[in-house]
T-cell receptor, first 116, second 116 residues
Framework: DSGVTQTPKHLITATGQRVTLRCSPRSGDLSVYWYQQSLDQGLQFLIQYYNGEERAKGNILERFSAQQFPDLHSELNLSSLELGDSALYFC???????????????FGEGSWLTVV | AQKITQTQPGMFVQEKEAVTLDCTYDTSDPSYGLFWYKQPSSGEMIFLIYQGSYDQQNATEGRYSLNFQKARKSANLVISASQLGDSAMYFCAMREERNRDDKIIFGKGTRLHILP
């Protein structure tokens, strides 16, 4: 158990709909990352938050948005869903912003999203 | 720009043999971290091992060791005495530690099959 909690674990929804994925980081971790893993694209970095502020942005679509709340949990909102958004969405967390020896990031179990 | 390359899409290895999974990287940042993650068929991402660019010794964690060759920009994962449970997808990843972008980027992975 990595200590990172993601809900829901599985979600099936229709095209055009909107969903929210939730992530609770490990206790004390300030940094939260979101990744998308699809069969043909591998693991793609979407966005990172540190202590409530957006820190880095990757290949995140405009239809997607995220935020980190004062209690450090984070939500990823996916709207106007398309078939191609079907993927495994990971949240990960790490304690600090800058890398230190052994300062890795730990992943949640992921949220499987299927758009039909 | 940072880049991770894993040239082996798949590998088949006999149980109890040692396995080397290749990873090369590219970065202009003198301070960086290298990571290996395991993803079994259940989907979760499991952190295996970390190597900092300034670490003098190769990292080891149980049966996992990282063969770090800085001049070659190589960070191969070695699994000793492979077990059936090692069958999984393995990802090499990197974080540039002086970059404002704190994200970790991943290679495309190597699928390892351990044969009984």
């Amino acid at each position: 158990d990595s200590g990172v909690t993601q809900t829901p674990k599985h979600l099936i929804t229709a095209t055009g709909q909107r969903v929210t994925l939730r992530c609770s980081p490990r206790s004390g971790d300030l940094s939260v990352y979101w990744y998308q893993q699809s069969l043909d694209q591998g693991l793609q970095f979407l966005i990172q938050y540190y202590n409530g502020e957006e820190r880095a942005k990757g290949n995140i679509l405009e239809r997607f948005s995220a935020q980190q709340f004062p209690d450090l949990h984070s939500e990823l909102n996916l709207s106007s869903l398309e078939l191609g958004d079907s993927a495994l969405y990971f949240c990960a967390s790490s304690p600090t912003l800058r890398g230190a020896s052994g300062n890795t990031i730990y992943f949640g179990e992921g949220s499987w999203l299927t758009v039909v | 720009a940072q880049k991770i390359t894993q040239t082996q899409p798949g590998m088949f290895v006999q149980e109890k043999e040692a396995v080397t999974l290749d990873c090369t990287y590219d970065t202009s940042d003198p301070s960086y971290g290298l990571f290996w993650y395991k993803q079994p068929s259940s989907g979760e991402m499991i952190f295996l091992i970390y190597q900092g660019s300034y670490d003098q010794q190769n990292a080891t964690e149980g049966r996992y060791s990282l063969n770090f060759q800085k001049a070659r920009k190589s960070a191969n994962l070695v699994i000793s005495a492979s077990q059936l449970g090692d069958s999984a997808m393995y990802f090499c990843a990197m974080r540039e530690e002086r970059n404002r972008d704190d994200k970790i980027i991943f290679g495309k992975g190597t699928r390892l099959h351990i044969l009984p």
